[in-house]
C-alpha cells in the first residue's frame, strides 16, 4: 500500500483529506500531512457514500407523479417513490418552472436553499442553483445565516460593518501576547472549530489557545456547558441561566460605572450615546438599576461574583468573547450590542488582547493569523426578482402569503410560493419548530430537491434528483482565514445514476435555450483552470507566486505565505478615528443608535436593554416545563451530515441522540445513563438516550442539533433525537427576525414502554419506474 501522502488530495468542511479508494469504492480519508489536529469525522464518509441510503436514481413522490399540480402536499415524507429516468425528471423540474413563473411569476418560485452543502467552490450546490435560476427569471431569496443572523444585523448597525463577527478578528498570538483575562460568553468549544466553510487545511484553534494558556492569559467560561471551554484553559466556569447574559453584562456595566472603573476618556472619544445608555444603566430612566444585584435576580449568579467579575475585568487587558450561539435566542440582538458597550466601557478596543470578538471557535478560520485571499467563485448574475425573507421565516412565508413583516427597518410581503427549489442544505435540520415546518412545507405546488442521501429533506420532496458527493468530482478547496488552496480530486465514480449539480442545471438550461449562456462553453475542469488562473492573477497583484495549474493539480495543494503583519481588531480606528472613521451615520461606535431608535421597535429600542425572553428558567413557561433545552453543535458531525455514517451513529446512545442531564434532574426523574427518555414541550416531543453528566448545569439538559427527523407519522413523536422539534419559531425581533433556538424549555421522563425503532436509517418505500 503506497504511503498516505500519495493518496490524491480532497477537501471537506471538517478538513483536508488523501482518499483512498479501492476496486472502484472509498476505504479510507487519511488526514492531511499538514494538519496536526485533523478532525475524525471523515470516517464516517467511507461506507457511506455508497450505502444502503444513497440515492441512486431520480425519484418522484407517487400521487405528485399521478396528479401533478392537483396532488397537494399532505403525502410528503410518508409516500413512497417512484424511480423514472433522467430525462422525464428533468423535463417534469422545468415544466413546473415554466409553469409556476408563466402562471404566478419567478417570485413564486423559493430558492433560499440555505445549507453548507459540501466543500468545493465550484461544485457550490446553493451557487449553481442561483446561477440557474437568475438566467431563468429569478426567484425569491433568503438572506442570512442561521449560525448567527441576528448579529448579521446590529454588528452593522453599532460598527458600521461586520468587523469582528465575519472577519479581521484579533489573532490569538496577539492575544497570548497580552497576557490578559478573556471572558468566553458562550465559551469556544473545541468540538464547533473542527469545521470551516469551505474547507480546513490545518485546524489551529487548539494550537491557538494552547498558545495563549502558555503565555499566562486567563479564561472564564460564562455558558451553561462545562466543555464548553478545553480542559487545558483551566477556565473558571461561571454558570449563569440561560438566555440571560445580556442581563448579567448590565450588572458588569453597572459595576463599572458605580465604583469609577470605566473608560470615560475612551467613550467620550470613539463612542457615540453613552450618555442615552447610562441612565437605562442607572436606573434613573426607569427607576430600576441594572446593578448586580438586579442582574443576580435576573441569571442566578451572587452578586458578588458578579461584581468580582468586573473588578477583575477592569484590573487587566480583558477579551470580550461572545459565541454565536448567545444571539441565537430570543432578543438576541442585545447580547452582542451590549458585549460591545462593555468592550468600550473597558477601553481596550483596538489593543492587543482587548475589545471583543465574536465565534472564536465556532469554526476553525476564526483567530487565525492568515492572509485575507479574494478567493474566485462562480459568478450568479443578478436575480431581477428583489423579494426575500430573513432566513429563519420560511414557515412564516409558506403560511402567512401576502402578509406584511418587518425586517431592519424596512417592510415586506411574504410572497406566495408555488414552488421550492433546494440544493444544499437541510430545513429538517436548520429551522426551528418541526411540526410547523411540516404543516407549512404542504403548501407549496412542488418542491424539488437536489440529495445525495434519504434524509428528510429528500423524503418530504416531490422530485428528488441525485447528486454526487465530493469524492465524485472534481473542484477546488479554499476559504477566507485558511491559507490552503486544495485539489479536490475525484476518487470513485459516481454512484448509481447521479451526477453533478452543474451537470444537472446544464441540462436544465438547454431546455430553456440556456445551456450557452449557463456553462460559458466549459466542462467541469474547464471550470476549474478558468477559476484558478483568476486566483493566480489575483495573486500577482498581491505578490504571491502562484504554481500553474498543472503543477498545483498534481500536487493537491498550495498554501498562500504567511501576512507580513497580523492586525488587531478595529486598531487603526483606536489609532486615528478621524481618518479612520467607522461607517456608521456618526462615524463612531454606536452605542445608542439614532438609525434603530427611528425605527421605533418596541422589541429593540435604539440601546442595549434587558428584555424578557418568551421562555426562561425563573420567567414565562418553566412552571410546566422546567428544564432549559440548549440545542448546540454536534461533535460527531457537522450540522446533520453523515448522520448516517458510522463514527457519527457510533457516538449515538440507545441509537438516538445523546441528552444530557444533571445528576440531580436525573435522579429527580428516575433517569440513568443509557436510558431512553421522551423530551416534549407544547411543540413537540422527541425520544433521546440519556448521559447523566455534571458537565451540564443543573436545570438544562444538552441535546445536539443534527439528528435526521424521523417522526413515526408526519408531525408526530420523532423517534431519533431533533431538537427542533421543540425549539420556537419566532424573530428575535423586528430588527434582525433571526432564529431563536436557544430560548427553549422542555421536560424529560424516563420512556417507560418499548422505545419504536428508529425509522430514518431504512430508505423509503420506491416502486420501480
Known amino acids: 500500500m503506497p504511503p498516505d501522502d500519495l493518496f490524491p488530495t480532497t477537501a471537506t468542511h471538517w478538513g483536508t483529506y488523501r482518499a483512498e479508494a479501492r476496486d472502484g469504492r472509498l476505504v479510507a480519508l487519511h488526514p492531511f500531512e499538514r494538519d496536526d489536529d485533523p478532525s475524525p469525522i471523515g470516517r464516517s464518509m467511507p461506507g457511506a457514500i455508497d450505502g444502503p441510503l444513497r440515492i441512486r436514481r431520480p425519484m418522484v413522490r407517487r400521487s405528485w407523479l399521478a396528479k401533478r399540480e392537483g396532488a397537494g402536499g399532505a403525502g410528503r415524507g410518508s409516500e413512497p417513490f417512484v424511480a423514472v429516468g433522467w430525462d422525464t425528471a428533468l423535463d417534469l423540474v422545468a415544466g413546473e418552472i415554466a409553469r409556476v413563473r408563466e402562471t404566478h411569476g419567478n417570485r413564486a418560485i423559493y430558492a433560499g436553499s440555505y445549507g453548507w452543502a459540501s466543500a468545493g467552490r465550484f461544485h457550490h450546490a446553493q451557487s449553481q442553483l442561483r446561477r440557474f435560476l437568475t ?167 451572587e452578586a458578588e461574583t458578579i461584581r468580582a467579575l468586573a473588578r477583575r475585568m477592569a484590573a487587566r487587558r480583558t477579551l470580550v468573547s461572545v459565541g454565536w450561539s448567545v444571539q441565537r435566542g430570543d432578543h438576541g440582538e442585545q447580547p452582542y450590542w451590549m458585549a460591545i458597550t462593555l468592550a468600550a466601557m473597558l477601553g481596550g478596543i483596538g489593543l492587543p488582547g482587548g475589545g471583543f470578538g465574536f465565534g472564536y471557535a465556532d469554526i476553525n478560520g476564526v483567530g487565525n493569523a492568515e492572509r485575507s485571499f479574494p478567493w474566485p467563485a462562480l459568478a450568479q448574475g443578478t436575480n431581477r426578482v428583489r423579494d426575500f425573507i430573513p432566513v429563519a421565516r420560511i414557515s412564516d412565508m409558506l403560511l402567512n402569503p401576502g402578509t406584511e413583516f418587518d425586517f431592519d427597518g424596512g417592510r415586506y410581503r411574504y410572497p406566495d410560493i408555488r414552488m421550492i427549489y433546494w440544493a444544499g442544505g437541510n430545513p429538517f435540520h436548520h429551522h426551528q419548530d418541526l411540526n410547523r415546518l411540516v404543516a407549512a412545507w404542504r403548501r407549496p405546488d412542488t418542491v424539488v430537491v437536489h440529495e445525495q442521501f434519504w434524509n428528510a429533506l429528500a423524503r418530504h420532496a416531490d422530485i428528488v434528483l441525485p447528486a454526487t458527493t465530493p469524492f465524485e468530482r472534481n473542484d477546488l478547496g479554499c476559504t477566507y482565514s485558511d491559507a490552503f488552496l486544495v485539489a479536490m480530486h475525484r476518487a470513485v465514480d459516481p454512484v448509481g445514476q447521479a451526477r453533478c449539480d452543474h451537470d444537472i442545471f446544464a441540462d436544465m438550461a438547454d431546455r430553456f435555450g440556456l445551456r450557452d449562456a449557463f456553462t460559458e462553453g466549459r466542462d467541469e475542469m474547464g471550470w476549474l483552470r478558468h477559476l484558478y488562473t483568476v486566483a493566480r ?129 436525573a435522579a429527580a426523574r428516575g433517569i440513568a445513563t443509557g436510558d431512553v427518555v421522551r423530551v416534549f414541550n407544547d411543540r413537540g416531543q422527541c425520544l433521546a438516550g440519556a448521559v447523566v453528566t455534571d458537565q451540564v448545569m443543573p436545570r438544562v439538559v444538552q441535546l445536539p442539533t443534527g439528528s435526521w427527523y424521523d417522526p413515526a407519522v408526519p408531525g408526530g413523536l420523532d423517534r431519533h433525537g431533533n431538537p427542533n422539534v421543540l425549539t420556537l419559531d419566532k424573530g428575535t425581533s423586528q430588527l434582525a427576525q433571526a432564529p431563536v433556538a436557544m430560548t427553549c424549555l422542555v421536560e424529560v421522563a424516563r420512556w417507560e414502554d418499548e422505545a419504536p425503532t428508529v425509522g430514518i436509517f431504512d430508505p423509503p418505500a420506491i416502486i420501480a419506474g
Open 537 to 665: 492573477q489575483r495573486g500577482a497583484q498581491l505578490d504571491i507566486a502562484f504554481p500553474d495549474f498543472d503543477a498545483f493539480w498534481e500536487k493537491g495543494w498550495f498554501e498562500l505565505p504567511p501576512p507580513d503583519r497580523s492586525t488587531v481588531l478595529l486598531e487603526d480606528y483606536r489609532e486615528d478615528p478621524v481618518a479612520n472613521r467607522l461607517a456608521t451615520p456618526t462615524g463612531r461606535i454606536e452605542i445608542f443608535s439614532p438609525t434603530i431608535a427611528g425605527f421605533a421597535y418596541d422589541d429593540c429600542p435604539g440601546h442595549p436593554v434587558w428584555l424578557e425572553p418568551a421562555e426562561r428558567l425563573g420567567g414565562a413557561g418553566a412552571d410546566r416545563h422546567p428544564l432549559h433545552l440548549v440545542s448546540n453543535q454536534p461533535d460527531r458531525k457537522l450540522h446533520s451530515q453523515y448522520d448516517h455514517g458510522r463514527f457519527c451513529r457510533d457516538g449515538k446512545v440507545a441509537g438516538r441522540e445523546a441528552l444530557w442531564i444533571h445528576p440531580r434532574d
Open 135 to 301: 438566467m431563468a427569471g429569478g426567484f425569491t431569496r433568503s438572506v442570512n445565516a442561521y449560525s448567527y443572523a441576528a448579529a448579521q444585523v446590529i454588528v452593522p448597525r453599532v460598527l458600521g460593518d461586520a468587523r469582528g463577527l465575519l472577519g479581521e478578528h484579533t489573532p490569538w498570538p496577539a492575544i497570548a501576547a497580552a497576557k490578559g483575562l478573556v471572558v468566553m460568553f458562550g465559551g469556544m468549544p473545541l468540538k464547533n472549530a473542527q469545521v470551516h466553510a469551505g474547507g480546513v487545511g490545518r485546524h489551529t484553534v487548539r494550537e491557538g489557545l494552547q498558545r495563549c494558556k502558555d503565555a499566562g492569559v486567563e479564561f472564564v467560561l460564562v455558558g451553561p456547558i462545562r466543555n464548553d471551554a478545553a480542559d487545558f484553559l483551566q477556565a473558571e466556569w461561571l454558570a449563569p441561566i440561560p438566555g440571560t447574559d445580556t442581563a448579567l453584562m448590565l450588572g458588569l456595566a453597572h459595576t463599572l460605572v458605580a465604583e469609577g472603573l470605566h473608560d470615560r476618556a475612551f467613550l467620550d472619544r470613539y463612542t457615540h450615546g453613552f450618555e442615552r445608555f447610562l441612565p437605562y444603566l442607572m436606573g434613573t430612566a426607569d427607576g430600576q438599576a441594572k446593578d448586580a444585584a438586579w442582574a443576580s435576580g435576573i441569571c442566578g449568579l
